[in-house]
């Protein structure tokens, strides 16, 4: 089990769908992120959190939204995907500065 | 090796050997360097970190040694289990909070 809990495990969509991935840590971790990862690929940077304000948006198109209610939790919102969105969401917490991520095991999206 | 299309670059060994993953990182300004492995199914896991202040670090039946001239990287599993079969990339930090993944490397252990 990871401290960094995800919701849902799995997710199937259609293209017209809104949909919403959790995150939530207990960690007191004040950075928070969310990779997106393709099979056999490596996790790719798509937003970061700093004391819940957006510090990072790697360019991620807009029907990806991003949400930090509160130091603990962490949201995705999801509108009008398309099937290449398709991917292993993780979501991933650290303390500030130069210190390890801490991952959850994943949204497994599919975008039908 | 790189990673060419679907396939990534995988490294098999016999139980009980020493494994070395490498990885060649991009940024030369990167100061924080960290390994993770990766499970069928589930999230980056760490292993180990070092700082660009240092050229090696020891943790258990792991060791990593950085070498900032040629920006590589390598990962050390002594003693490699079935276990430790898993993909294995490495992450570099720099600009504060960007972590970027290497392309990562699978290891196969054979019993």
């Known amino acids: 089990d990871t401290e960094v809990t995800q919701t849902p495990k799995h997710l199937v969509m259609g293209m017209t769908n809104k949909k919403s991935l959790k995150c939530e840590q207990h960690m007191g971790h004040r950075a928070m992120y969310w990779y997106k990862q393709k099979a056999k690929k490596p996790p790719e940077l798509m937003f970061v959190y700093s004391y819940e304000k957006l510090s990072i948006n790697e360019s991620v198109p807009s029907r990806f939204s991003p949400e930090c209610p509160n130091s603990s939790l962490l949201n995705l919102h999801l509108h009008a995907l398309q099937p290449e969105d398709s991917a292993l969401y993780l979501c991933?917490?650290?303390?500030?500065?130069?210190?390890?991520?801490?991952f959850g095991n994943g949204t497994r999206l599919t975008v039908t | 090796g790189e990673s060419v299309g679907l396939h990534l670059p995988t490294l098999s060994v016999q139980e009980g050997d020493n494994s070395i993953i490498n990885c060649a990182y991009s940024n030369s300004a990167s100061d924080y360097f960290i390994w993770y492995k990766q499970e069928s199914g589930k999230g980056p896991q760490f292993i180990i970190d070092?700082?660009?202040?240092?050229d090696k670090r020891q943790g258990q039946r792991v060791t990593v040694l950085l070498n900032k001239t040629v920006k590589h990287l390598s990962l050390q599993i002594a003693a490699t289990q079935p276990g430790d079969s898993a993909v294995y990339f490495c992450a570099e930090i720099y600009n504060f909070n960007k972590f970027y993944f290497g392309s990562g490397t699978k290891l196969n252990v054979k019993p």
């Open positions: 991933a917490s650290s303390q500030e500065g130069d210190s390890p991520l801490h």
């Open positions: 070092i700082r660009s202040n240092m």
